[in-house]
């Protein structure tokens, strides 16, 4: 097609905002020990297991409730909402919240044009509420957690919250919070400082490692979290005008004295490579994006065992899904050499 352009806008970005606080730390540790068919691909896998054999009866009774209802993304949520990073203020704040506004903020948005929606959800409209589930539905917990929300106590939901941050916090945040506050504020100092070296987009993906993400009509801001607890994942997340990255902090930042330690992904990059079954799919969708079912006959392999590679190679940021199908992140490859070349010269 001849295009001939007169418009003399230029395509707008969004403005790339930081926060970080021991609380975020808390909730998506709550998210990722709970998170069982990603644990074994969390840097801290280890650290989390020795963990579990010290918890309590009360908090293992409380994270299985996360498990089962996914209340961690209310906590995310929620935290989105609350001002401050004192944790006192935070349970607090949640214990003052009405009915309706607990369900509101509870509720995932899931775009401008049903923000009414989820405001006659969170006010117990049947059929508002069956909506939201229908236009999440492509996400595999959404529409159970939505449901969830609309059916659960309100009181019961306060407490269940207030409880499982507060011992999470006690537990495992608490004794280490001045080594996890440094490794957070190197690592935001960091990316604050090459953030001036880097159109937004860019800077976006550099960050993230590797997520490429262009602008929305909706969103004017992006908004990065650093986290050291869901390394080597970067979560996404939506709010309104406003996309989040909890993003995974760099080695320097946990290992600020060790120029010899690699970077995480570099190393996940590698080791995910290192196997013929993992390159016979990655050869595959070099050629097309595929559905798992696709894979497993294309390859000759179970599905258990293609569900496996593919978990390490999105671990590794060298796979992604788009629509439900894998699809090969090219750039993530092409970056490798770069990658090692930066690590030898660092």
């Not at 009181?155 to 916090?169: A, G, P």
Request: net charge negative.
């Amino acid at each position: 097609m001849n295009t001939i352009s007169i418009t003399g806008r230029k395509r707008e970005s969004y403005r790339v905002e930081f926060e970080y606080s021991l609380l975020w730390e808390c909730a998506l540790g709550i998210a990722a020990i709970t998170n069982t068919p990603l644990l074994d691909t969390l840097e801290r896998e280890k650290e989390f297991e020795r963990f579990a054999d010290e918890f309590s009866a009360k908090l293992k009774t409380e994270l299985a409730y996360v498990e089962k209802n996914n209340t961690w993304k209310s906590l995310l949520q929620l935290l989105h909402v609350f001002e401050g990073d004192d944790f006192a203020e935070f349970t607090n704040f949640i214990q003052q919240l009405s009915v309706e506004e607990l369900a509101y903020y509870c509720f995932p948005f899931v775009g401008d044009h049903l923000q009414e929606i989820r405001r006659q959800a969170s006010q117990g409209n049947e059929d508002a509420v069956c909506l939201l589930k229908e236009v999440t539905k492509a996400n595999h917990f959404f529409p159970g957690y939505i449901e969830f929300i609309h059916q659960v106590d309100a009181d019961e939901l306060k407490r269940h919250l207030r409880s499982v941050m507060t011992l999470w916090f006690d537990h495992v945040i608490q004794p280490q919070s001045e080594k996890i506050t440094g490794m957070l504020e190197r690592d935001l100092a960091e990316k604050k400082a090459m953030k001036e070296e880097l159109a937004a987009e860019e800077f976006v993906a550099w960050v993230t490692n590797g997520t490429e993400y262009v602008p929305e009509p909706s969103v004017y801001r992006v908004l990065l979290i650093p986290q050291m607890t869901y390394r080597p994942w970067t979560i996404v997340s939506d709010l309104e005008g406003t996309k989040v990255f909890y993003y995974p902090i760099a080695n320097t930042s946990i290992h600020p004295d060790d120029r010899y330690l690699p970077d995480f992904l570099l190393l996940q990059k590698y080791k995910a490579l290192g196997d013929e079954v993992r390159l016979r799919m990655l050869k595959l969708l070099s050629e097309k994006d595929c559905t798992l079912k696709e894979i497993t006959e294309q390859l000759d392999v179970g599905k258990s065992t293609a569900h496996h590679h593919l978990k390490l190679l999105r671990a590794a940021s060298i796979v992604g899904i788009q629509s439900s199908k894998y699809t090969l992140k090219g750039n993530s490859i092409a970056s490798l050499a770069k990658e090692l070349e930066l690590y030898f010269n660092q």
